[in-house]
């Protein structure tokens, strides 16, 4: 046998570093911040979109009950106006002080009517007016300067008595007293004769029509020339004696404005022929008040001109004509207002006795408004109050509340964003330790290395410095059985202290006449036909399952069943042997056929219990099995010159390697060094 051969291989300087991957890179915390991000959005932005829309119905909906409750209140406070109206004209008609005509009974009267309007605190006046042309007339004095001014009332008039008296066939003589808070007279007017007659007031004329109670206006007061809205009624002793109450268009006005149900609420009502006569805006009010106070004089005059008529045919007449002239110059004043011109076109489609909620918008702005009718005759029959507020105003609150739940939440998720930032950088900060640790451990497999190349610049950090440790280990790597070490590092025995008996199957290989080859040939042409040679070797042993321990110049000492167990090691080695022949009698016809030698390999086969682990000095040992069976392969292998073979197996090797394979006795055989005989077979075959 020659001597030990190394084999050359080139080492690959100046690997390209995984970081030199062109495109997108970025650190790893930022590929799992924007993960964490992105979840975090995912997860948030359907919460919060949840929030709001569920958020805005649910304002809505609050919006519709808080205004159903809040004008409830209101048309409630309407309808009470009007229902004190209602009380004292059934009580008064029940009262026999009222039925008797002026001026008996006067103090009689005037207390029953001051006590009435002490309890009816929104009714401007009550009176009474009788069949003879008389009439007393009890009114607020407090809120009237116009009327203080003009009949001279004394400091401290609250209400206001007017008492007519026409004697019979005389002038009629109107007295004016005034009465304080208790109903106290503090003062009287003179006595002057006036033009007036109750009997042609739309209100006397109004109930004496209807035999029982009805609604007039609104027409301007004789007394206080206010737009006024009257409740009027007969006494029950007396037809001809009727009993009026006053509700002022700006009373109804001014408690649309002191119970307003929000800030930016407006309250209407309408008459029967859709008119509008009281709005809850002073500056509209005013305006709506001129206008209604010139209709309101052509109504009187017109009403004047029916004095002397008695006919029903004739009265009705003279109304269709009042009526007719009112609808021609019915111009609104306020049609520039775009809420009422909303409102307006809700009427004709809402019911006339009931209660409506309904919604329209003004400028793209939603508004919600409640109409509510009066199908009471003695309640202003046909009247409607329209209570209109935007929807901003209810939901206001909520949506200020909705848009700090979603700031909490935006805040909540930047949170989240810098913790995932946090936890990211923390991430790639050990993933780069573990790269830097990466770094002194190597990979023995080099024919499937491949560079790792990420987007994510730890990973290419990693796999920079595991490029290097692959160039330091493979430089030396050469020098050692590498599948060995492998499988000692993956067995777990790479930091045994000792070697330890178990069984073995042991292959020896020589190259025939090897001497004489590498006498014939060129250093060179040496090392080539071996690096070919062992290179096809190595490759079928490690593909069988077993390890090279060591290269004997031109020969190989191969081993299975360490350092990892297989309870096949036997069988394995014998079609290692078998397929190592093929595969070399193939090499040696390439070699013919290119003018090189054949390189002729005799086997031998054992197999049995060595010593097998780590032998040799503290600083440096070698992985190998001795013992009484290595000798044995190693011998075997020497003795097919004897018999002429090329492959010789012991007893131990066809006893245990089963059918699998085939064997030719030989016979028994003295082997070199040894005293026993060995009993020798020629492995021939793959089968039985």
Same mark, same amino acid.
């Given at each position: 046998?020659?001597?030990?051969?190394?084999?050359?291989?080139?080492?690959?300087?100046?690997?390209?570093?995984?970081?030199?991957?062109?495109?997108?890179?970025?650190?790893?915390?930022?590929?799992?911040?924007?993960?964490?991000?992105?979840?975090?959005?995912?997860?948030?932005?359907?919460?919060?979109?949840?929030?709001?829309?569920?958020?805005?119905?649910?304002?809505?909906?609050?919006?519709?009950?808080?205004?159903?409750?809040?004008?409830?209140?209101?048309?409630?406070?309407?309808?009470?106006?009007?229902?004190?109206?209602?009380?004292?004209?059934?009580?008064?008609?029940?009262?026999?002080?009222?039925?008797? #005509?002026?001026?008996?009974?006067? *103090?009689?009267? $005037?207390?029953?009517?001051? /006590? %009435?309007?002490?309890? @009816?605190?929104? !009714?401007?006046?009550?009176?009474?007016?009788?069949?003879?042309?008389?009439?007393?007339?009890?009114?607020?004095?407090?809120?009237?300067?116009?009327?203080?001014?003009?009949?001279?009332?004394?400091?401290?008039?609250?209400?206001?008595?007017?008492?007519?008296?026409?004697?019979?066939?005389?002038?009629?003589?109107?007295?004016?007293?005034?009465?304080?808070?208790?109903?106290?007279?503090?003062?009287?007017?003179? #006595?002057?004769?006036?033009?007036? *007659?109750?009997? $042609?007031?739309?209100?006397? /004329? %109004?109930?004496?029509? @209807?035999?029982? !109670?009805?609604?007039?206006?609104?027409?301007?007061?004789?007394?206080?020339?206010?737009?006024?809205?009257?409740?009027?009624?007969?006494?029950?002793?007396?037809?001809?004696?009727?009993?009026?109450?006053?509700?002022?268009?700006?009373?109804?006005?001014?408690?649309?404005?002191?119970?307003?149900?929000?800030?930016?609420?407006?309250?209407?009502?309408?008459?029967?022929?859709?008119?509008?006569?009281?709005?809850?805006?002073?500056?509209?009010?005013?305006?709506?008040?001129?206008?209604?106070?010139? /209709?309101?004089?052509?109504?009187?005059?017109?009403?004047?001109?029916?004095?002397?008529?008695?006919?029903?045919?004739?009265?009705?007449?003279?109304?269709?004509?009042?009526?007719?002239?009112?609808?021609?110059?019915?111009?609104?004043?306020?049609?520039?207002?775009?809420?009422?011109?909303?409102?307006?076109?809700?009427?004709?489609?809402?019911?006339?006795?009931?209660?409506?909620?309904?919604?329209?918008?003004?400028?793209?702005?939603?508004?919600?408004?409640?109409?509510?009718?009066?199908?009471?005759?003695?309640?202003?029959?046909?009247?409607?109050?329209?209570?209109?507020?935007?929807?901003?105003?209810?939901?206001?609150?909520?949506?200020?509340?909705?848009?700090?739940?979603?700031?909490?939440?935006?805040?909540?998720?930047?949170?989240?964003?810098?913790?995932?930032?946090?936890?990211?950088?923390?991430?790639?900060?050990?993933?780069?330790?573990?790269?830097?640790?990466?770094?002194?451990?190597?990979?023995?497999?080099?024919?499937?290395?491949?560079?790792?190349?990420?987007?994510?610049?730890?990973?290419?950090?990693?796999?920079?410095?595991?490029?290097?440790?692959?160039?330091?280990?493979?430089?030396?790597?050469?020098?050692?059985?590498?599948?060995?070490?492998?499988?000692?590092?993956?067995?777990?025995?790479?930091?045994?202290?000792?070697?330890?008996?178990?069984?073995?199957?042991?292959?020896?290989?020589?190259?025939?006449?090897?001497?004489?080859?590498?006498?014939?040939?060129?250093?060179?042409?040496?090392?080539?036909?071996?690096?070919?040679?062992?290179?096809?070797?190595?490759?079928?042993?490690?593909?069988?399952?077993?390890?090279?321990?060591?290269?004997?110049?031109?020969?190989?000492?191969?081993?299975?069943?360490?350092?990892?167990?297989?309870?096949?090691?036997?069988?394995?080695?014998?079609?290692?042997?078998?397929?190592?022949?093929?595969?070399?009698?193939?090499?040696?016809?390439?070699?013919?056929?290119?003018?090189?030698?054949?390189?002729?390999?005799?086997?031998?086969?054992?197999?049995?219990?060595?010593?097998?682990?780590?032998?040799?000095?503290?600083?440096?040992?070698?992985?190998?099995?001795?013992?009484?069976?290595?000798?044995?392969?190693?011998?075997?292998?020497?003795?097919?010159?004897?018999?002429?073979?090329?492959?010789?197996?012991?007893?131990?090797?066809?006893?245990?390697?089963?059918?699998?394979?085939?064997?030719?006795?030989?016979?028994?055989?003295?082997?070199?060094?040894?005293?026993?005989?060995?009993?020798?077979?020629?492995?021939?075959?793959?089968?039985?």
């Amino acid at each position: 046998m020659g001597g030990e051969i190394k084999k050359t291989e080139s080492v690959t300087a100046g690997q390209q570093p995984a970081s030199a991957m062109t495109g997108w890179v970025r650190p790893l915390r930022v590929h799992l911040s924007a993960i964490i991000v992105l979840l975090l959005i995912a997860i948030s932005v359907p919460l919060m979109w949840l929030t709001f829309y569920e958020g805005r119905h649910a304002a809505l909906d609050s919006a519709t009950q808080q205004m159903r409750l809040l004008s409830r209140g209101t048309i409630n406070l309407y309808e009470g106006l009007f229902l004190d109206g209602y009380n004292i004209i059934s009580l008064g008609a029940v009262i026999p002080a009222l039925s008797v #005509e002026p001026p008996a009974l006067e *103090d009689s009267k $005037r207390e029953i009517l001051v /006590r %009435a309007l002490q309890g @009816a605190p929104n !009714l401007e006046s009550a009176y009474v007016g009788y069949p003879n042309g008389s009439f007393v007339h009890v009114m607020r004095a407090a809120g009237s300067a116009k009327w203080r001014e003009a009949v001279s009332a004394p400091e401290g008039t609250v209400f206001g008595m007017r008492t007519v008296i026409r004697p019979e066939g005389g002038r009629p003589r109107s007295t004016w007293h005034f009465l304080d808070a208790d109903g106290k007279l503090i003062g009287s007017g003179p #006595e002057r004769e006036v033009d007036f *007659d109750p009997r $042609r007031r739309p209100w006397y /004329r %109004a109930a004496v029509r @209807a035999g029982g !109670l009805a609604s007039t206006g609104p027409y301007t007061s004789a007394s206080t020339q206010s737009l006024t809205l009257t409740l009027a009624g007969p006494s029950q002793s007396n037809p001809g004696v009727i009993i009026g109450a006053d509700v002022l268009l700006e009373t109804i006005s001014k408690m649309l404005v002191e119970h307003a149900i929000s800030p930016n609420s407006v309250g209407y009502v309408f008459d029967a022929n859709g008119r509008l006569i009281v709005h809850s805006d002073p500056q509209r009010m005013a305006e709506l008040i001129d206008s209604l106070a010139g /209709r309101s004089k052509e109504t009187n005059a017109l009403a004047m001109n029916d004095a002397n008529e008695t006919a029903a045919g004739a009265q009705s007449s003279i109304i269709a004509q009042v009526l007719a002239r009112i609808r021609v110059s019915d111009a609104q004043p306020v049609a520039s207002d775009e809420i009422l011109a909303a409102v307006q076109k809700l009427l004709p489609g809402t019911d006339g006795t009931a209660e409506e909620l309904v919604q329209f918008s003004v400028d793209s702005s939603p508004w919600l408004a409640r109409v509510a009718s009066f199908g009471d005759a003695h309640l202003l029959s046909g009247y409607r109050i329209v209570i209109a507020a935007p929807v901003r105003d209810f939901t206001e609150a909520n949506v200020e509340l909705l848009r700090k739940t979603l700031l909490i939440a935006s805040f909540l998720v930047i949170c989240g964003i810098i913790v995932a930032l946090l936890i990211s950088r923390r991430i790639s900060r050990a993933l780069v330790m573990l790269a830097e640790d990466a770094t002194q451990i190597g990979n023995l497999d080099f024919n499937h290395w491949r560079v790792s190349r990420s987007r994510i610049s730890e990973i290419n950090m990693l796999g920079g410095a595991l490029s290097s440790a692959r160039d330091a280990i493979r430089s030396f790597a050469v020098y050692v059985p590498r599948e060995l070490v492998r499988r000692i590092v993956a067995s777990g025995q790479a930091t045994a202290g000792a070697a330890s008996r178990r069984e073995v199957t042991v292959l020896f290989t020589d190259i025939k006449d090897f001497t004489t080859i590498s006498e014939q040939h060129s250093p060179e042409e040496v090392v080539d036909m071996l690096t070919a040679y062992f290179q096809t070797m190595n490759v079928i042993v490690q593909r069988q399952g077993g390890v090279i321990v060591q290269y004997l110049g031109d020969s190989i000492y191969a081993m299975w069943n360490a350092p990892n167990e297989d309870a096949d090691h036997v069988v394995k080695g014998c079609l290692c042997a078998l397929e190592l022949k093929s595969a070399i009698d193939r090499l040696n016809d390439e070699n013919a056929a290119a003018g090189r030698p054949r390189l002729v390999t005799r086997y031998g086969l054992h197999t049995g219990v060595a010593v097998v682990g780590s032998v040799g000095a503290e600083d440096r040992k070698q992985y190998t099995a001795m013992g009484d069976t290595v000798n044995v392969a190693s011998r075997l292998e020497g003795m097919n010159k004897q018999f002429g073979t090329s492959i010789l197996a012991s007893q131990a090797v066809r006893d245990r390697a089963g059918p699998q394979v085939g064997f030719r006795p030989l016979g028994a055989a003295s082997a070199k060094g040894r005293h026993e005989q060995i009993e020798v077979f020629e492995l021939v075959t793959t089968g039985a």
